[in-house]
């Protein structure tokens, strides 16, 4: 209920004070508790910018010698660690995390339709040029290539043809 109340700070600014205080709120709850309590870790995520909460992971790193994502692992299991691993990821790198997620999608032998739908539909006019540069990152591959190897014809030429036209219509916005 937290996430849905969309009670982020958007700022761009950090408080040095506030990044300290929630860095030794979650040292604390993870030292304190086998468990990590989720409701302290989603109160600050759900909360704070992203720029705060990527320097909070940073500084969480250099205390702890952790990332976050390898505590939650350790000290979580099941939906809530899907849930505040996805967050923490899009919160450390946005189109990466999308990119991994195409990744995964064209890695079954039926490739996962819908996923790969709604991440190319959905991220086409924020940030797929990011992401196609994330992908190429992991993969080695551009996501054209991925894409003609994991569909059927018909279904990649459309696929890539969107992606053709975002990135040819993105191309000409930053030279007009």
């Given amino acids: ?15 040095r004070n506030i ?18 309590d989720e409701s ?6 759900a909360s704070r910018s992203y720029a705060h909460l990527r320097v909070v992971f940073n500084e969480y790193i250099r205390i702890s010698k952790h990332t976050m994502e390898d505590t939650l692992k350790l000290r979580m299991r099941g939906n809530a660690l899907s849930a505040l691993l996805s ?15 195409l990744f995964k999608a064209m890695q079954f032998v039926e490739t996962a339709d819908k996923a790969l ?4 539909v959905s991220r ?26 994991s569909v059927n014809n018909i279904y990649s030429m459309i696929i890539y ?12 916005i930053y030279f007009i």
């Fill in 1 to 15: 209920m937290t996430l849905l109340k969309a009670d982020r700070d958007e700022f761009t600014f950090v408080n």
């Fill in 19 to 36: 990044v300290q205080r929630d860095v030794e709120e979650l040292s604390n709850t993870i030292q304190q508790n086998i468990r990590i």
């Fill in 40 to 45: 302290k870790f989603i109160l600050i995520l």
């Fill in 87 to 101: 967050i923490v990821r899009c919160i450390q790198n946005k189109p990466r995390y999308f990119a991994e997620k």
């Fill in 117 to 120: 739908i709604r991440i190319i």
């Fill in 124 to 149: 086409c006019e924020i940030d797929m040029k990011n992401i196609m540069k994330e992908f190429y990152k992991i993969t080695g591959n551009t996501l054209d290539e991925c894409i003609d190897v």
């Fill in 161 to 172: 043809s969107n992606l053709c036209h975002f990135t040819a219509c993105s191309t000409l």
